[in-house]
């Protein structure tokens, strides 16, 4: 069988990196430093969180530049001390999903223990389909904090693929790599949901590098070049978290609004475009994925 490289029209043994900004929509400030990213590369797609007070301008945005890769970062947690925001459904549709503030919960543990599947379902289906009424055109989805990879929850985001004809997130680590970005207890999950999307034909990429923040603000060049250099041959998955710093994002994020700024130059500029480079891996977005998906 060729591998997934083959098939988007590379050779098996090229380095690939799809360059994903992730929290879209969540604030003006991961706005700025995303579009910025994605307008100057190497930042190659992203997605958005519909329930975010900032989707609306995400949405915009989007429109006038449709040659953006953006997909759906789906939502079910609002993590923030003082930066709240609800569902996209009505409350009244998914009460396992409200924490006692009538929000979405600040843990993916709270999620996985109290909402109904069934209720996820409304809700997740709910954001893509207000993502594409707002006229993205939506090339993917994925999870905000994983918590969709949750095994409860993994029938619902195999459904959301189905329903809407898109590619996912789904890329099993490396057992080190998993250890490195904290996601070892995860590996079973990932691999169930490899095997869901394998089974229904949706592509699954190769690695993944979740490390995305994880560094302490004059270290930013240093990992992110190690995160480079472990990219391997076939198709990997690099996150990053692009914002631009600021009162609002030190307010919203105090404990990683430098890291996010760091990732916002360093991805949306020469230093990560040189480094990719200089590593001889060729980056792409998701839309390619989609057209695969999709016979296109």
């Not at 307008?39 to 989007?62: K, L, R, T």
């Not at 009538?102 to 909402?115: H, Q």
């Amino acid at each position: 069988m060729p591998t997934l490289a083959e098939r988007l029209g590379f050779a098996a043994d090229d380095r690939l990196a799809i360059v994903h900004a992730d929290d879209i929509g969540m604030c003006h400030a991961a706005n700025e430093g995303a579009f910025e990213a994605l307008a100057n590369g190497p930042a190659s797609c992203g997605s958005i969180m519909v329930p975010c007070p900032w989707f609306s301008e995400a949405a915009a945005v989007a429109q006038a530049n449709p040659e953006y890769d953006l997909g759906v970062h789906l939502t079910l947690n609002c993590e923030w001390e003082h930066y709240r925001w609800g569902p996209v459904a009505s409350r009244s549709e998914v009460p396992t999903l409200l924490d006692a503030d009538g929000m979405l919960p600040r843990t993916s543990l709270e999620v996985a223990k109290n909402a109904k599947p069934e209720e996820v379902h409304v809700e997740l289906r709910a954001q893509v389909q207000r993502a594409l009424d707002a006229g993205i055109d939506v090339t993917h989805i994925d999870s905000h904090m994983g918590t969709v990879f949750f095994p409860q929850f993994i029938p619902v985001y195999r459904a959301l693929s189905k329903e809407f004809r898109l590619p996912v997130f789904a890329a099993c680590p490396s057992p080190e790599a998993a250890r490195a970005a904290g996601l070892e207890g995860a590996l079973p999950l990932l691999r169930q949901l490899i095997e869901a999307m394998d089974a229904d034909g949706v592509p699954v990429m190769d690695h993944f590098d979740a490390d995305s923040l994880g560094f302490e603000p004059e270290q930013g060049e240093a990992h992110n070049a190690k995160r480079i250099a472990g990219l391997q041959a076939g198709v990997n998955y690099l996150i990053c978290h692009p914002a631009k710093s600021g009162e609002e994002l030190a307010t919203v994020t105090p404990d990683s609004h430098l890291q996010r700024d760091f990732e916002r130059r360093y991805y949306g500029g020469a230093p990560g475009a040189k480094a990719l480079e200089g590593a001889g891996v060729r980056t792409l977005g998701m839309r390619p994925l989609r057209d695969l998906l999709r016979g296109e």
